[in-house]
Structure formats: structure tokens, C-alpha cells
């Protein structure tokens, strides 16, 4: 009897959060991220680990949108560095807060902290690794930065943007990263204005 209270419990409690959560998806939805803010306030301490980690990652993205970088960039920060919060929600809030702070970072911080995310198989390959790239190309190190740009553009699990620029950049770099097989569509040439 315990455990079914228990239980009914923890799915009356991940009602209330959900209808939190649709309150705030709704005012964003009415562009009133200020009615959003406040509807996301009692989830940013849920128990449960992704409403939580939701609330903040939606927090920060709010914080983007009414021009705040800085506290965006705090806000992903948190959510990333908190291990007590599932790991797809943290390395969003990585690539995100990269994403935001990308200009002002050094390219090497860049790799550091994006690389493990870079490669061929993980779903943040397509921003992770067209920003490590980018960065390999701010550290002159085009041996490293056409290879990437290259699987980025072979690599169809990758949104089709990121896939289009990887491929011109591949192609300054001097690499083809247009596959040649029966099976598959050649691309058309890449012009590249001089």
C-alpha cells in the first residue's frame, strides 16, 4: 500500500510539473517570455531531473532572446556542470553556451570543450564539430579543420545547413568531400567566390 501511495504520488507530482511546463511553452508561444519566466520559476528546482534541466535550458534561452547573454551563458553553464542532471540535457547546455560565448572564447577552449562531442555518431556532431573546426581554422590548423569538414558533410545524420557549409568549407580546404558511389545523388560543384 505504501509503495502504490508512493507511486501515485510521484505521477500526481510529474502532472503538476508537465502542466508547469505547458503553462510556460504557452506563454513563450504568446511572446511573453516574462509570463514564461515566472511559469518556469517552480521547475527550476523539480525533483525530477529533466523538468529541471528543461526549465533551466528554456531560463537561459529566454535570458538569449531579451538580449542577456551573460546570464543565458551563467544558465547554461549551470546546467552543464550539473552531474545530477541528464547527460543529453548537460552537453546542450554546453554546445548552447559555446554557441553564445563562441566569439569571445579562445579557439582552443573551443576544442577542449567541445571535441569529446565532434565526432561521427554522437548527436551533437553537427555543432560540436562545425565549431571545432572553425576553431582549427582560427589556430591554423586547416590539416585538422578540412578532415572534420569533411565527415560533417558526408555525414547525413547532421542537419542539411550544416552539412551545405561543411561541404564548401571542405572544399576550400582542398578536400572532396562529395561521396562517388552508384547509390547516392553527386552533389552539384561548389563555387567559391575569390
Known amino acids: 500500500a ?3 501511495f508512493w507511486q501515485n504520488s510521484q505521477n500526481e507530482d510529474s502532472g503538476f510539473r508537465s502542466e508547469e511546463y505547458v503553462a510556460a511553452i504557452d506563454s513563450i508561444r504568446q511572446n511573453n517570455l516574462d509570463g514564461a519566466a515566472t511559469a518556469l520559476e517552480p521547475l527550476m528546482e523539480a525533483e525530477q531531473s529533466g523538468y529541471r534541466a528543461a526549465a533551466q535550458l ?11 547573454p551573460k546570464k543565458a551563458i ?42 569529446p562531442l565532434a565526432v561521427p555518431g554522437n548527436p551533437w556532431f553537427g ?3 562545425e565549431m571545432v573546426a572553425i576553431s582549427y581554422l582560427n589556430l591554423n590548423k586547416s590539416d585538422l579543420a578540412g578532415p572534420l569538414f569533411a565527415q560533417l558533410a558526408k555525414d547525413e545524420s547532421v542537419p542539411a545547413t550544416i552539412r551545405s557549409r ?20 553527386v552533389a552539384p560543384p561548389v563555387v567559391v567566390a575569390t
Open 2 to 4: 505504501g509503495w502504490i
Open 58 to 68: 528554456l531560463q537561459a534561452n529566454i535570458a538569449l532572446e531579451k538580449n542577456d
Open 74 to 115: 551563467a544558465g547554461y553553464a549551470k546546467v552543464a556542470a550539473d552531474d545530477s542532471l541528464p547527460k543529453p540535457f548537460r552537453d546542450l547546455a554546453l554546445v548552447r553556451q559555446t554557441a553564445t560565448e563562441f566569439d569571445a572564447l579562445k579557439p582552443q577552449q573551443v576544442i577542449d570543450r567541445l571535441k
Open 127 to 129: 555543432s560540436a564539430g
Open 166 to 185: 561543411a561541404l564548401q568549407m571542405a572544399g576550400v580546404e582542398g578536400i572532396d568531400a562529395v561521396e562517388l558511389d552508384s547509390d547516392k545523388k
